[in-house]
């Protein structure tokens, strides 16, 4: 089968190059052959810079809005804004009018087009990253602008809208250029940074492009220059914004993954935590066991239980209420914790029950057990903890060859019971 393969994929490639001659004009492979040699060139294309970059803006817009419906950010719709104003701009300002007034008119509208762009392009930095659309204020400030721009070809000679759009658009790119830079400080995005250079270069042409205007043997061909620089420039600019999102995209995506990273710590610290004393739990426990069981065994590691039970619990409940029995508890959750190091632990086993499972042998646990009779004795002295409660404790170690800590708290319990009546009588 393999080699039957291998033969159809050979005789496929040296067949195709026949196929493709046999279907020529002429008679048989050598006339195609002939015949290529009278194949007449392709008609050169003529490209004109403002209509191409109408169609590059055009496209820039279209890339552009399929990113928003995915990212959904306000600052992606003031550049989809931008580069359709612009796209109409270079699109009015390539073509001819046989009236004057008409093509100042026109002309004016054109350079109208060029400043909202840039307008625009300042708003979007002003909205990066999660700012809401605003478009009240940049509505009359657009209005404002629209009176001087469609008004003034009709009252005043056709250099003064020439030199007045880049002029404005020149100022407008300078602003929203610093806006990039003091974004690309905080944010460190790569895109910011390249935005920030291209609009400092597209400020820089159109203040140029404003000295020609200004001057009264103005150059044709110095507009299409800048025409054509800045068709390069926009060029960076339209993937620097398509960096910048995929940035923010990324950053989100990180700062999501974090707080699920987060999200899942406190639920697993929840699951293995008891609510009301701050201690773990039993579910902690059952997983904490067989790894401890198996460093103690593998190490000779020490390892000893306390078990330690409140006296009394159940009369202070029935006298004071539940409130003052769970600050009690909360109270003695703290007290344990705090006496422990950080390799121990301290869990609520049920009730006013408490486990202590520490890496000691039997004889420093005992003298942790009296530790935790003099600090309770101290806390009932001061009031922080009631004077109807007491301890009673009860010590074990963990034997070397114990599979599991089931031995052991069993005679630390039995232990903690013959402690509680051999002092049963102490508060009363």
């Not at 100042?104 to 392009?121: E, T």
């Not at 999501?256 to 999200?263: C, D, I, S, T, V």
């Not at 003099?374 to 060859?401: F, K, M, N």
Request: aromatic share 8%.
């Amino acid at each position: 089968m393999v080699r039957l393969r291998g033969a159809l994929l050979v005789a496929g490639v040296a067949l195709a190059p026949l196929t493709l001659l046999a279907a020529q004009p002429g008679p048989g492979v050598l006339g195609a052959l002939d015949g290529l040699s009278g194949i007449p060139p392709p008609a050169p294309l003529l490209i004109r810079p403002r209509t191409f970059a109408a169609y590059g803006a055009l496209a820039a817009a279209g890339t552009l809005l399929t990113l928003y419906l995915y990212r959904g950010r306000a600052f992606i719709v003031y550049w989809i804004g931008n580069w359709l104003l612009f796209a109409a701009s270079v699109a009015l300002l390539g073509r001819g009018y046989g009236d004057v007034r008409l093509g100042g008119v026109m002309l004016g509208l054109a350079q109208l087009l060029g400043v909202w762009s840039a307008g625009l392009l300042w708003l979007a930095a002003g909205a990066f990253p999660e700012e809401p659309l605003r478009w009240t204020r940049p509505l009359r400030v657009a209005a404002a602008t629209a009176v001087w721009f469609l008004a003034a070809p009709l009252l005043l000679p056709l250099i003064a809208v020439l030199a007045t759009g880049p002029a404005a658009t020149a100022v407008l790119l300078a602003s929203a250029g610093v806006r990039y830079l003091r974004l690309a400080r905080r944010t460190r995005y790569v895109g910011v940074v390249v935005m920030a250079l291209g609009i400092a270069l597209l400020s820089a042409s159109n203040a140029a492009a404003a000295a020609v205007s200004l001057d009264v043997l103005w150059d044709a061909q110095a507009f299409n220059q800048l025409v054509v620089f800045n068709m390069i420039v926009y060029l960076f600019v339209a993937i620097a914004m398509h960096i910048l999102v995929f940035e923010d995209m990324t950053d989100a995506l990180r700062r999501a993954h974090g707080e699920l990273a987060q999200a899942h710590q406190a639920a697993k610290r929840l699951a293995i935590t008891d609510p009301l004393t701050g201690c773990h739990n039993r579910r902690f426990f059952e997983e904490i066991e067989r790894r401890e069981i198996q460093r103690h065994r593998r190490y000779r590691a020490p390892l000893s239980v306390v078990f330690v039970d409140i006296n009394h619990f159940k009369q202070l409940n029935d006298t004071f209420g539940h409130d003052v029995g769970d600050q009690a508890l909360t109270a003695i959750g703290a007290l344990l914790r705090r006496q422990v190091r950080e390799s121990d632990y301290v869990i609520r086993w049920g009730g006013d029950e408490f486990l202590l499972l520490l890496a000691c042998g039997l004889a420093e646990a005992e003298r942790k057990a009296q530790d935790l009779q003099t600090v309770v004795a101290h806390e009932r002295r001061t009031g922080r903890l009631p004077r109807e409660i007491g301890l009673s404790i009860g010590v074990a170690a963990v034997t070397g060859d114990a599979t599991n800590l089931a031995d052991a708290i069993q005679q630390a319990d039995g232990r903690m019971y013959e402690h509680k009546l051999s002092e049963r009588g102490e508060l009363e």
